[in-house]
């Protein structure tokens, strides 16, 4: 038994060692690509499960592959893919076709490196040092693998757009498709050709490949960089287009109550003067009707006055309870159009959201202004029907038309930002909570 136990050390020996430094190259590659998982160190725990998974593909390959298969390689690539696929959708919860996208790229990149460290030492020392010879030969091979994976993934990231913003377009699944599909081919069908033991082809097709894959990572950028632009431009567009609304409807606000006001005092003269039962029964009628068109709300502010008596009267048709805890000389340091746009999409986005409740009980609204130092807090607070989805920190629109939709938040977070703010979103019990953060003197 102690024999037995001492030649499945000696055999786990190289393949234990290959899998640490993988395990640690791709982790501290999903780590640095994607913002979200430093958040979350807990899921570090998940590292002894590639570790002991590629451990064991390690030595199923050296040991239980089957040269007679008409396709030797192939169980051992699926059988890898699987396993970085789940490990990645485990420790980034991104979309699967996101984690199938970075699980290829580890496949690649496991695939190209040690084959050609394998066929240099080969060629160079007549020894495979990733596998055979003295332990201590092994190791100086084994940690220029962990060197070589570590360095390529790091050189990938510089072209590689964090793994939130990727998105699996139809370009972006062509050129991966267009890189995979010969790999996979030659690493597959090499052994059944006689053709793992040829050296040279073996560090050619492993720099062909290294190559392919800075070339994917390198356009995979470019395209996501060229389509963020766009929706940069877009999205720049909404709000001017937005913008100037209301300012048109600040003005028509403002008109509207001066005339409001005239007109009241006019009325009130008319109904104390000299005039019959009647007629002071129809003046005081329609100082009933244009009563709504009054201000509703002083808040010290006057862009900000008028955006919340105009989303007020909408939340009274609606039967919204919306309560506004807000001071407007906190945001003396906003421009007014910017008020308009914060307060505008976030209390459009709290409507929308409390008028798909049923009861009208259930529909409510509140917004705080809190003073903290030298930063101002808005909090927006709204119930809901169906509990949002977050992703990348925003909402998921759960309209059909999803590209023409999305935007009001995303304007937000970009007025927030001219002002050195931050946007944050998330659900508290049965409210959906927009959180924002305006540093004064920081406008542009």
Request: glycine residues 8%; positive net charge; hydrophobic residues 45%.
């Given at each position: 038994?102690?024999a037995?136990?001492?030649a499945?050390?000696r055999?786990?020996?190289s393949?234990?060692l290959?899998?640490?430094?993988?395990?640690?190259?791709?982790?501290?590659?999903?780590?640095?690509g994607?913002?979200?998982?430093?958040?979350?160190?807990?899921r570090?725990?998940?590292?002894?499960?590639?570790f002991?998974g590629?451990?064991v593909?390690?030595?199923?390959?050296r040991?239980?592959?089957?040269r007679?298969?008409?396709v030797?390689?192939?169980?051992?690539?699926?059988?890898?893919v699987?396993?970085?696929?789940?490990?990645?959708?485990?420790?980034?919860?991104r979309?699967w076709?996101?984690c199938m996208?970075?699980?290829?790229i580890?496949?690649?990149?496991d695939?190209?490196?040690?084959?050609?460290?394998?066929?240099?030492?080969?060629?160079l020392l007549?020894?495979n040092?990733?596998?055979?010879?003295d332990y201590?030969?092994?190791?100086?091979?084994?940690?220029?693998?962990?060197?070589l994976?570590?360095?390529?993934?790091?050189l990938?990231?510089r072209?590689l757009p964090?793994?939130?913003?990727?998105r699996?377009?139809?370009y972006?699944?062509?050129?991966?498709?267009a890189a995979?599909?010969p790999?996979l081919?030659?690493r597959s069908?090499?052994?059944?050709?006689?053709?793992?033991?040829?050296k040279s082809?073996?560090?050619?097709?492993?720099s062909?490949f290294?190559?392919?894959l800075?070339?994917?990572?390198?356009?995979?950028?470019?395209e996501?960089?060229?389509?963020?632009?766009?929706r940069?431009?877009?999205?720049?567009?909404?709000?001017?287009t937005?913008?100037?609304q209301?300012?048109?409807?600040?003005?028509?606000?403002?008109?509207v109550?001066?005339k409001?006001?005239?007109?009241?005092?006019?009325?009130?003269?008319?109904?104390?003067?000299?005039?019959t039962d009647?007629?002071?029964?129809?003046?005081?009628?329609?100082i009933?009707?244009i009563?709504?068109?009054?201000t509703?709300?002083?808040?010290?502010n006057?862009?900000?006055?008028?955006?919340?008596?105009?989303k007020?009267?909408v939340?009274?048709?609606e039967?919204?309870?919306c309560?506004p805890?807000?001071d407007g000389?906190?945001l003396?340091?906003?421009?007014p159009?910017?008020?308009?746009?914060?307060f505008?999409n976030?209390?459009?986005?709290?409507?929308?959201?409390?008028?798909?409740?049923?009861?009208?009980?259930?529909?409510?609204?509140s917004?705080r202004?809190?003073?903290?130092?030298?930063?101002?807090?808005?909090?927006?607070?709204?119930t809901?029907?169906m509990?949002p989805?977050?992703?990348?920190?925003l909402?998921?629109?759960?309209?059909?038309?999803?590209?023409n939709?999305?935007y009001?938040?995303r304007?937000?977070?970009?007025?927030?930002?001219?002002y050195?703010g931050?946007?944050?979103?998330?659900?508290?019990?049965?409210e959906f909570v927009?959180?924002?953060?305006?540093l004064?003197?920081?406008?542009?």
């Amino acid at each position: 038994m102690t024999a037995g136990v001492s030649a499945l050390l000696r055999a786990a020996f190289s393949p234990a060692l290959i899998s640490v430094g993988q395990t640690l190259a791709m982790t501290a590659f999903l780590l640095r690509g994607d913002e979200a998982v430093r958040r979350h160190p807990g899921r570090l725990g998940l590292m002894p499960l590639l570790f002991l998974g590629g451990t064991v593909s390690q030595m199923g390959l050296r040991m239980t592959i089957d040269r007679s298969l008409p396709v030797p390689m192939l169980p051992f690539i699926l059988a890898t893919v699987l396993l970085y696929q789940a490990y990645v959708c485990l420790f980034t919860r991104r979309p699967w076709e996101v984690c199938m996208f970075v699980s290829l790229i580890f496949l690649m990149v496991d695939n190209s490196v040690w084959p050609l460290i394998s066929s240099l030492s080969r060629m160079l020392l007549g020894v495979n040092y990733l596998y055979e010879g003295d332990y201590a030969l092994r190791l100086p091979a084994i940690l220029l693998l962990w060197v070589l994976e570590y360095g390529l993934l790091r050189l990938l990231l510089r072209f590689l757009p964090p793994l939130g913003r990727i998105r699996m377009t139809g370009y972006t699944l062509t050129m991966t498709i267009a890189a995979v599909i010969p790999f996979l081919c030659i690493r597959s069908l090499s052994s059944a050709m006689q053709l793992l033991e040829n050296k040279s082809f073996q560090i050619l097709t492993a720099s062909c490949f290294l190559v392919e894959l800075v070339t994917l990572a390198r356009g995979i950028g470019v395209e996501t960089g060229e389509r963020e632009r766009l929706r940069a431009l877009e999205l720049r567009r909404v709000l001017d287009t937005q913008q100037q609304q209301f300012h048109l409807k600040m003005q028509h606000i403002d008109d509207v109550n001066r005339k409001y006001h005239d007109m009241k005092n006019i009325l009130l003269v008319l109904e104390s003067g000299a005039a019959t039962d009647d007629m002071r029964a129809g003046v005081r009628r329609l100082i009933g009707d244009i009563r709504p068109y009054e201000t509703l709300v002083e808040t010290g502010n006057g862009a900000l006055d008028i955006v919340l008596s105009d989303k007020l009267r909408v939340c009274q048709q609606e039967e919204i309870r919306c309560v506004p805890y807000v001071d407007g000389r906190m945001l003396y340091f906003v421009d007014p159009l910017d008020l308009c746009t914060i307060f505008g999409n976030a209390l459009d986005n709290a409507i929308e959201s409390c008028r798909q409740q049923e009861n009208p009980e259930n529909r409510q609204i509140s917004i705080r202004t809190v003073s903290r130092g030298t930063a101002v807090v808005l909090v927006f607070r709204n119930t809901f029907a169906m509990r949002p989805v977050l992703r990348d920190g925003l909402p998921v629109s759960t309209k059909a038309d999803r590209a023409n939709h999305g935007y009001g938040l995303r304007n937000i977070r970009y007025v927030v930002g001219r002002y050195g703010g931050e946007m944050s979103c998330r659900v508290s019990g049965e409210e959906f909570v927009l959180t924002l953060l305006l540093l004064r003197g920081q406008d542009d």
